[in-house]
C-alpha cells in the first residue's frame, strides 16, 4: 500500500487511525482481470489486487502489466478454431439401434445435430414418421 520500507509501529497506527475513520483494505488473489474496451482488451495474468472499503464506497486498485490485445486478434483468433466434434463409433452403434437404421445413416444424423446423440435420435424418428 505504501512504497519503500514504512516502521511496523507506524503501520499499525495508520492501519487503526484507517479502520477509524470507517476505511477498510483487503487483498484479492484473483487468477486474471480483464478490462474490454470498444477495441482492445487489457489482461492481467496474477495481477495483485487490493479493494479499499471506504464508508461503504468500495475502490479496487490493480498492481500488474497487462498484455494489450486489439480487438481484430480476438476476433480472428475466434474464427481460426474450427470446433472438431468427435464422434465416437459407439455413439454411431447407439443411434443406429434405437431408430434401427444404417450405421452412415446415423453417422450422417450424428454429423447433421454436431453429435448430440438425444437430437440425432429425433431427427431420424422424425424422417421416419414423414415417410
Same mark, same amino acid.
Given at each position: 500500500?505504501?512504497?519503500?520500507?514504512?516502521?511496523?509501529?507506524?503501520?499499525?497506527?495508520?492501519?487503526?487511525?484507517?479502520? /477509524?475513520?470507517?476505511?477498510?483494505?483487503?487483498?484479492?488473489?484473483?487468477?486474471?482481470?480483464?478490462?474490454?474496451?470498444?477495441?482492445?482488451?487489457?489482461?492481467?495474468?496474477?495481477?495483485?489486487?487490493?479493494?479499499?472499503?471506504?464508508?461503504?464506497?468500495?475502490?479496487?486498485? %490493480?498492481?500488474?502489466?497487462?498484455?494489450?490485445?486489439?480487438?481484430?486478434? %480476438?476476433?480472428?483468433? %475466434?474464427?481460426?478454431?474450427?470446433?472438431?466434434?468427435?464422434?465416437?463409433?459407439? /455413439?454411431?452403434?447407439?443411434?443406429?439401434?434405437?431408430?434401427?437404421?444404417?450405421?452412415?445413416?446415423?453417422?450422417?444424423?450424428?454429423?447433421?445435430?454436431?453429435?448430440? %446423440?438425444?437430437?440425432?435420435?429425433?431427427?431420424?424418428?422424425?424422417?421416419?414418421?414423414?415417410?
Amino acid at each position: 500500500m505504501f512504497p519503500g520500507r514504512v516502521n511496523p509501529r507506524m503501520l499499525k497506527k495508520m492501519q487503526k487511525m484507517m479502520k /477509524d475513520f470507517g476505511m477498510e483494505t483487503e487483498d484479492l488473489n484473483p487468477k486474471k482481470v480483464i478490462f474490454v474496451f470498444d477495441d482492445e482488451e487489457w489482461i492481467f495474468d496474477e495481477p495483485k489486487v487490493q479493494v479499499m472499503d471506504i464508508l461503504g464506497v468500495k475502490t479496487y486498485s %490493480i498492481t500488474g502489466k497487462p498484455k494489450k490485445v486489439k480487438k481484430e486478434s %480476438i476476433k480472428e483468433n %475466434i474464427e481460426e478454431e474450427e470446433v472438431k466434434i468427435e464422434i465416437t463409433e459407439e /455413439d454411431i452403434e447407439l443411434v443406429a439401434n434405437q431408430c434401427n437404421v444404417s450405421k452412415e445413416l446415423a453417422k450422417k444424423a450424428l454429423e447433421e445435430c454436431n453429435g448430440d %446423440i438425444a437430437e440425432a435420435i429425433l431427427k431420424l424418428e422424425e424422417e421416419k414418421e414423414k415417410n
